[in-house]
Each structure stands twice: as structure tokens, then as C-alpha cells.
């Protein structure tokens, strides 16, 4: 009697290039989603860049809100990040990006360093009116909202970069099982529709996401559109363990967090 196939059981070589030819593949899928960018205060971009990372030239908060029109079950993807640069690079730096799927997280954190977490992430629209939040632990720490006031050029196809450590936590608990890395990856991106949104970004306190430490200083644009992308990352350089520990709990939700106050006059 023949036995079935033992679907944990090791791939054959032919498989394993199968699965890699599909992940290098062009996904072609598009997403709708809502973009914020913002002025904070310069000091707070600077607190949370981990070395080699280093501020540019503006203190610029972006804040992404899609969801993307995946077969069978849309995903929803969010990404809250600051400007940063490196080694002559400008680029964007994650603090955090929730995420619909356990598959979006495992493969983005494991593959590429993606600070990604389990969250509730909304895009809506009625008419004109647009509502888009990042929600964790029944707090919408990040909600977008506003009223669509014309159309925007579409820009060219465009390769933005963003910067992500990947590391594994030390078995015993101090430090890591093998230094760190710092990634580079790349997304080429197309728009084939843009909006400009004339409203406003709301932050709400959360011990675990604590993105009011960056507030709006000065709100730069809000759109609302339809893109596609591609990426690819690389690994540039190692980097200093001990320099990179103190800004390990932003990947995690840390039981000290909820120690942490919120900064003076933000109540």
C-alpha cells in the first residue's frame, strides 16, 4: 500500500526551484492605500535611528496604509518609518508595520529583517472621504483621515529604499546568536493613480506603539492611490551588536514597555 505524501518532509530540488522562481517573480499586484508624510521634532528622528543609521536633512515621518488586492483574501499592510540615511543613501527607516497575515510576517522577518507585527489595518472610502488607521491591542495608534481634493501627476516608476536589521535574540537572553545585519532593500514602484487628501494625522497614545513620541510639527501631504512594487534587499554590512541591543525592543512588545511614559506635555 502506497503511503501519502508527508508534506513536512524534505522538498525535492526541483521543488525548491520552483518556490524560488516564484518568490523572485514580479508580484504585478496592485494596492490602495493612504500615504502621510510629516515634520517632527528632530531630536525624536534622531532617538530612534540605531547605528550605522544617521538622520538626513529633514526630520520626515511617513506613515503607508494599503490594502492589497490579493486573491481569495485581500491583506492589509501598514508602515510607519522615519527619513534616514546610510553610507550615502537616503532611504526610510520602519518602527513598526502591522500587518493582516501571519504569512506577510514570517517571510518579511525572517527574509529581510521587517519589523512586521499582527494588526488591524483599515482603508476606507466613501465618496470623497477617506479613513485609513493602524490599530494594535485595540488602540488606533496612527488613523489618517481627510477629504479627496484632486487629482495629483502620476509619477515615473520610482526605486525607494528602505533600511531593516536582521538579527536572532540570543538563546540565553543576552544579546545575539549572531551579529547583526544591516539590509538594504530596494522597491521599484509604479503609480497608476494618485490623489491629493486635504485632512489630517491623529496619533493616540500605545505603550506597545509609541509613535506619539513623533509628532505632527508640520504636515507635508496626504494621498490616496493605487501602486504596485517589487524588492529586493542585500545585506551591506555587519554591524555593532552592542550598539544595536538598546534599540531591540522596537521590534518586540516588551513587557517593560509598559513602563515607559509618555513624554512630557503629551497629555
Request: aromatic fraction near 6%.
Amino acid at each position: 500500500m502506497a503511503h501519502a505524501r508527508v508534506r513536512y518532509g524534505a522538498r525535492t530540488e526541483a521543488e525548491l526551484a520552483a518556490a524560488r522562481t516564484a518568490s523572485s517573480r514580479l508580484t504585478g499586484i496592485w494596492s490602495t492605500g493612504v500615504v502621510a508624510l510629516w515634520e517632527t521634532d528632530p531630536d525624536a528622528v534622531a532617538a530612534v535611528l540605531p547605528p550605522p543609521l544617521k538622520p538626513t536633512g529633514s526630520p520626515l515621518v511617513r506613515v503607508n496604509i494599503s490594502t492589497v488586492d490579493l486573491p481569495g483574501r485581500p491583506l492589509g499592510a501598514g508602515s510607519f518609518s522615519v527619513a534616514a540615511a546610510h553610507d550615502g543613501v537616503d532611504g526610510w527607516y520602519p518602527l513598526v508595520m502591522p500587518m493582516t497575515h501571519e504569512r506577510a510576517l514570517t517571510g518579511g522577518r525572517e527574509v529581510f529583517g521587517e519589523p512586521k507585527k499582527l494588526g488591524e489595518v483599515t482603508v476606507r472610502r466613501d465618496g470623497d472621504a477617506v479613513r485609513a488607521s493602524l490599530a494594535r491591542h485595540g488602540i488606533a495608534f496612527v488613523e489618517v483621515r481627510g477629504t479627496v481634493s484632486g487629482s495629483l501627476p502620476l509619477p515615473g516608476p520610482a526605486a525607494k529604499t528602505d533600511f531593516y536589521f536582521k538579527f536572532l535574540p540570543a538563546v540565553d537572553g543576552c544579546g545575539f546568536d549572531a551579529g547583526p545585519l544591516l539590509v538594504h532593500c530596494v522597491r521599484q514602484e509604479k503609480v497608476r493613480r494618485l490623489e491629493r487628501v486635504t485632512g489630517e494625522v491623529v496619533l493616540r497614545e500605545s505603550a506597545r506603539d509609541p509613535v506619539a513620541d513623533l509628532p505632527v510639527r508640520r504636515l507635508v501631504e496626504i494621498t490616496v492611490g493605487e501602486k504596485t512594487s517589487d524588492q529586493r534587499g542585500r545585506v551591506v554590512e555587519r554591524v555593532d551588536a552592542r550598539a544595536l541591543l538598546p534599540y531591540v525592543h522596537q521590534r518586540y512588545d516588551d513587557p517593560l514597555q509598559i513602563h515607559d511614559g509618555p513624554p512630557p506635555g503629551s497629555e
